[in-house]
């Protein structure tokens, strides 16, 4: 089964716009951190966002947020002001803390700022 | 400071040729990992090493596949005898602590783009 989920192959913004990437996710962990990364044509993961299972608060940095619903079992990242920039791949990514060192990714989200 | 760099960036090998993916990490990172990603989809998990030892190679697809970092510091990702479905990004990851736990991010490489032809 699918560890993360990401529903929204593409996506378009226009330019200073907000827009909301979404990522489902499913353990039983109760301990687990779930991360967003960002790929630009480049090819490097860029780390944009962290959320903890115990956090009480959205996470926030700079333009993103994380929309985090525990008991939906979703983290959607919120960009606001959308820049032509931040036209990339979007990965959403888990850590448990019981199965293992590495991050489980979903299939990401291709998003595109219009001008 | 320096991130974690991978070469070579592109590398195109004919069907049945061994490869060799280099990866320095990030100076002092404990934990380096690689991860395989197809065209299109997002990264799969390879292998983990803690300073030379690994720790976890479940990802590797097959026995034609090794990885080494034998001083603890660069690891190399070698592919014996390739074949096209080897084709992929493979990106390496590093970060700082032994114990990473669920909290601590990994910071990625540029990955080297194999292409078997």
């Known amino acids: 089964a699918q560890k993360i989920t990401q529903t929204q192959p593409g996506m378009f913004v226009q330019e200073k716009e907000a827009v909301t990437l979404d990522c489902t996710y499913d353990?039983?962990?109760?301990?687990?951190?779930l991360f967003w990364y960002k790929q630009p044509s480049s090819g490097e993961m860029i780390f944009l966002i962290y959320?903890?299972?115990?956090?009480?608060q959205n996470a926030t940095e700079g333009r993103y947020s994380l929309n985090f619903q525990k008991a939906r079992k979703s983290a959607n990242l919120v960009i606001s002001a959308s820049q032509l920039g931040d036209s990339a791949m979007y990965f959403c990514?888990?850590?448990?803390?019981?199965?293992?060192?590495?991050?489980?990714f979903g299939p990401g989200t291709r998003l595109s700022v219009l001008p | 400071g320096a991130g974690v760099s991978q070469s070579p960036r592109y590398k195109v090998a004919k069907r049945g040729q061994d490869v060799a993916l280099r990866c320095d990490p990030i100076s002092g990172h404990v934990s380096l990992f690689w991860y395989q990603q197809a065209l299109g989809q997002g990264p799969e998990f390879l292998t983990y090493f803690q300073n030379e030892a690994q720790l976890d190679k479940s990802g590797l697809p097959s026995d034609r596949f090794f990885a080494e970092r034998p001083e603890g510091s660069v690891s190399t990702l070698k592919i014996q005898r390739t074949q096209q479905e080897d084709s992929a990004v493979y990106l390496c990851a590093s970060s700082p602590h032994r114990t990473s736990g669920y909290k601590e991010t990994q910071y990625f490489g540029p990955g080297t783009r194999l292409l078997v032809l």
């Open positions: 959320q903890g299972s115990y956090d009480q």
């Open positions: 990514a888990m850590r448990e803390k019981n199965y293992g060192q590495n991050f489980v």
């Open positions: 353990t039983s962990d109760p301990s687990y951190g």
